[in-house]
């Protein structure tokens, strides 16, 4: 048998797996609030398996092992950033979240929960909290399509577009078909592979480099400064770096997990299960790309990021291959169907409901829904069609898009009693153009990675407008009571 056929044997298996998760999820999905949320049932293990599966994306295994690759030990502080603001997210953010999302009129997406918060009857805040979403996501998706893309590429030799087009069906196929509990049941399955690939496959690289004493001798062969923690960085290098972690308080594809387990106070576990993956899935990643480093040096690859396909297809039987190249479609998708979830249960939910049929039923919401789903991969497929596109680069904009216009927002939203409908719209809209606007700037200060500006020009917004004006609702300060009393209990 052929190196080409056990690869697509075992990969194939694997996405028979997932069709199956998907329909089996689609026969417990009978409302719009089972296809967003799952009906609020999560528990701890999978919700912190489908968290970090989520989170973590194809930069897992593509864009954070190639920046390794290509840059050295220097790029870890992407990795120690992102492990600070997942665990305060996680310890100050989910279970008020939680909480609050359920005591305000069980609010199913994040708009519903601004709104709903703020008690906004002007619609502005749930209208501007959407079109960040939609606006956001779009690039977000884009970046799980060129992963995908460059898997099926390298893998099975297909021309970049065709294997755009393959890669983008299989991910709209079962979120399509079984939404948020077809989402989170492939994920916790996705964790647990890209768990086991990232563990074994630079163990691998560095026993058959010679252990890691020879691999550290190659990599200072080749590139001396690649060892150095520090090497050709900056002030505004290393807080572009460290600032990955302020993004966590803004995804929504992370804070409708919080949202959907099934009791708060399984969030105490569902913290320790995630936080302990996420350290050693990311310590995986980047020994990967360092192991890389060593492998290639006689042959550097031209593409950074296919440093992990690149081994796992050299140094493994085929078998093994096929498995890993599914770990590595797992990462992609595990993002993916969230963002294409998330979107489309905003325009569902958030626009049709709200702004087009008021009186729709729960089948026709979970048309639109998956109609959605349809459209917003069309149109990620069009940003992802340029062959240039890498992933981290629209990994970091829609980052750093959520984290500087949700952020703030969502923290002050849980713990500021005074905050207002008014001074969260301003946050929102000043965080978005701020990313926008100095991801186009380059050269000194605006080197700085764009979320910093962002959080900080929108966190001030805030402050000045809720300190001009505080909040003045019944409604809106009483439920905020009634939650500071429950997260006590």
Not at 181 to 192: C, F, I, K, M
Not at 212 to 230: G, H
Not at 276 to 290: N, Y
Not at 448 to 459: D, K, Q, R, T
Request: with cysteine.
């Amino acid at each position: 048998m052929s190196f080409d056929a056990p690869l697509l044997v075992t990969f194939v298996a694997y996405l028979i797996l997932i069709l199956f998760l998907g329909i089996k999820a689609y026969r417990r999905t009978h409302s719009l609030d089972d296809y967003i949320l799952g009906g609020r049932k999560l528990g701890s293990v999978v919700t912190a398996l489908s968290v970090g599966a989520s989170d973590m994306s194809g930069w897992l295994l593509l864009g954070l092992p190639g920046a390794i690759y290509l840059s050295g030990l220097s790029e870890i502080w992407i990795g120690i950033g992102l492990v600070l603001g997942a665990y305060c997210n996680w310890l100050f953010v989910s279970k008020r979240l939680r909480i609050y999302s359920a005591q305000a009129n069980n609010s199913l997406t994040l708009p519903d929960y601004f709104e709903n918060r703020f008690n906004d009857t002007t619609r502005v805040l749930r209208l501007v909290s959407a079109f960040v979403i939609l606006l956001f996501f779009t690039f977000y998706t884009a970046s799980g399509l060129v992963g995908g893309a460059i898997l099926f590429e390298n893998s099975f030799g297909m021309q970049y577009s065709t294997a755009l087009i393959s890669g983008g069906l299989i991910i709209v196929g079962y979120t399509f078909i079984g939404g948020f509990l077809a989402v989170v049941w492939t994920d916790a399955v996705q964790a647990v592979l890209m768990f086991l690939a990232l563990l074994v496959a630079p163990t691998v690289v560095i026993l058959s480099s010679g252990g890691t004493e020879a691999v550290w001798q190659q990599m200072q062969a080749v590139n001396p400064q690649s060892t150095e923690l520090f090497s050709n960085m900056t002030l505004i290098g290393f807080l572009s770096l460290i600032a990955w972690g302020l993004g966590y308080v803004g995804q929504p594809h992370i804070l409708a997990r919080f949202m959907a387990v099934e009791n708060p106070q399984k969030l105490v576990a569902a913290r320790r299960i995630a936080m302990v993956w996420m350290v050693l899935v990311l310590f995986g990643s980047v020994a990967t790309g360092l192991a890389g480093i060593a492998y290639f040096a006689d042959n550097p690859l031209e593409n950074p990021e296919t440093v992990f396909i690149a081994l796992s297809q050299q140094l493994f039987n085929p078998w093994v291959a096929g498995i890993i190249t599914a770990a590595i479609l797992s990462a992609i998708m595990s993002t993916v169907d969230s963002q294409l979830l998330v979107s489309s249960s905003v325009i569902s939910e958030d626009f049709y409901r709200v702004f087009v049929r008021p009186q729709a039923s729960e089948k026709e919401l979970l048309m639109v829904s998956r109609g959605a789903v349809i459209a917003i991969a069309l149109l990620a497929m069009v940003i992802a069609s340029d062959r240039e596109s890498r992933v981290l680069d629209l990994v970091s904009y829609a980052w750093a898009g959520f984290g500087a216009a949700f952020g703030p927002v969502i923290v002050f939203s849980l713990f500021w009693r005074s905050m207002t409908a008014a001074s969260a719209i301003a946050g929102m809209i000043v965080g978005a153009v701020t990313v926008v606007v100095w991801s186009n700037l380059t050269g000194g200060l605006f080197d700085l990675y764009e979320i910093v500006p962002g959080f900080a020009f929108a966190s001030m917004v805030i402050v000045i407008i809720t300190t001009l004006k505080p909040a003045s609702d019944a409604q809106a300060l009483s439920t905020f009571e009634e939650v500071e009393q429950l997260v006590k209990d």
